[in-house]
């Protein structure tokens, strides 16, 4: 059909309680590295204590790296998709088929799910936001406040699977 599944990543993020621990952490990871060398370098040469400790710091520095809030927006993403994916599971029983987080030749991004059934192909977005949804004419807001690149990528997406599907039923026969 034209409609490839992509794989998404799962990453959390480190929150901004942790990123105000630092001097503390770091003052610990010192006097951790420190014993770490004096221990290791007491068996073994010192090169292996100068590792020992690097190691000690990589892991435990490594804890308070903050991630980019993009990862954490993807994370929450693809939350919403698995409720959306968990919602959809009806419409099978009602004759649909229902594909989840489709690449779509041609289509830069992916889409989160594609519904064909009786009534149509459906292009499903999936978006984890609150508020009150609210459509005035063209126009949609959430929350207040205005959401309306949203209508535009569904547009897009729809169009884009309709491109696809048309594609595959020509080459079909």
């Known amino acids: ?13 480190v929150g901004p309680a942790e990123l105000r621990t630092w001097p503390l952490a770091v ?4 006097i951790v590295m420190t014993m770490v060398y004096l221990l290791v370098q007491a068996w073994y040469e010192p090169a292996w204590g100068a590792i020992a400790a690097g190691a000690v710091a990589l892991v435990k520095l490594s ?4 991630m980019p809030q993009q990862i954490d927006a993807w994370r929450v993403g693809a939350e919403g998709e698995r409720r959306t994916a968990r919602h959809l599971e009806g419409l099978v029983e009602a004759g649909f088929i229902v594909l989840h987080d489709r690449k779509v030749p041609g289509y830069g991004g992916n889409v ?18 609150s508020g009150k949804v609210e459509i005035h004419g063209d126009s949609l807001t959430v929350g207040g406040r205005p959401q309306d690149k949203i209508v535009d990528q569904v ?18 026969g």
């Open 1 to 13: 059909m034209g409609l490839r599944r992509r794989s998404s990543t799962d990453v959390s993020s």
């Open 27 to 30: 003052g610990a990871t010192l």
């Open 63 to 66: 804890s308070y790296v903050e």
């Open 112 to 129: 989160d799910h594609v519904a064909i059934g009786p009534t149509g192909v459906w292009a499903i977005e999936t978006k984890s936001l």
């Open 155 to 172: 547009y897009r997406e729809a169009t884009a699977v309709q491109v696809a599907m048309g594609e595959s039923l020509s080459g079909s």
